[in-house]
């Protein structure tokens, strides 16, 4: 478990912040980058979570079990923050598991099970839950666009990334895609209208 005695360090305050590794880089840093954005996707499921629960359109028992799923994968999100900023070989440190990818597999499969098939795109929109989780698969995309970025600029040979990563990012923002649909419930998507 990581222990905060301290919040404000000063460290940060030229521009340069630590990696997990103790080395210092400046703020606008791919690395950084890429687990900034995956700090703001945890916030953005976090504001997801709370309107689910504050969504009486839903069942309890199936508001329940989302608000669980959507936990877990706030703490893999950490994992896979942790992850991101250690550079390096794994050694002694949390890299994130080839298994949180599978089970956002089951979960997207279990969740998809129940909906209808789609006709034509949906659009980001409906009841304040499938919004929150529409933006937060928006922000997983950017979230795995800035890991692409970090991952061209290292290359394979300098300090190759945990290949879980991108995958992970990637099954999370078509699970999210698939909660935001029951979210929405019955009669709540909104479908694109081509030309409409």
């Not at 210092?24 to 900034?36: I, N, T």
């Not at 989780?133 to 040979?157: F, I, N, Y």
Request: net charge neutral; with cysteine; hydrophobic share 40%.
């Amino acid at each position: 478990m990581v222990r905060l005695t301290r919040i404000t360090t000063r460290g940060g305050d030229g521009g340069e912040t630590s990696l997990g590794d103790g080395s210092r880089v400046p703020k606008h840093h791919a690395r950084v980058e890429a687990y900034g954005e995956v700090d703001e996707l945890n916030a953005v499921l976090g504001l997801a979570g709370m309107e689910l629960e504050r969504d009486a359109r839903l069942e309890p028992e199936r508001r329940r079990r989302l608000a669980e799923l959507l936990e877990v994968v706030q703490n893999q999100l950490f994992d896979l923050g942790a992850d991101l900023c250690v550079p390096g070989a794994a050694g002694e440190r949390l890299r994130l598991p080839a298994g949180h990818v599978a089970f956002l597999e089951a979960a997207m499969a279990e969740w998809q099970a129940g909906l209808p098939p789609l006709e034509s795109f949906v659009l980001p929109a409906g009841p304040p839950p499938a919004c929150q989780l529409h933006h937060a698969r928006t922000v997983c995309r950017r979230a795995e666009r800035a890991l692409g970025r970090l991952s061209a600029r290292l290359g394979p040979r300098t300090e190759p990334l945990n290949p879980s990563l991108g995958v992970y990012l990637n099954r999370l923002s078509d699970l999210l895609f698939v909660l935001a649909r029951v979210a929405a419930g019955p009669g709540g998507e909104r479908l694109w209208r081509p030309g409409g």
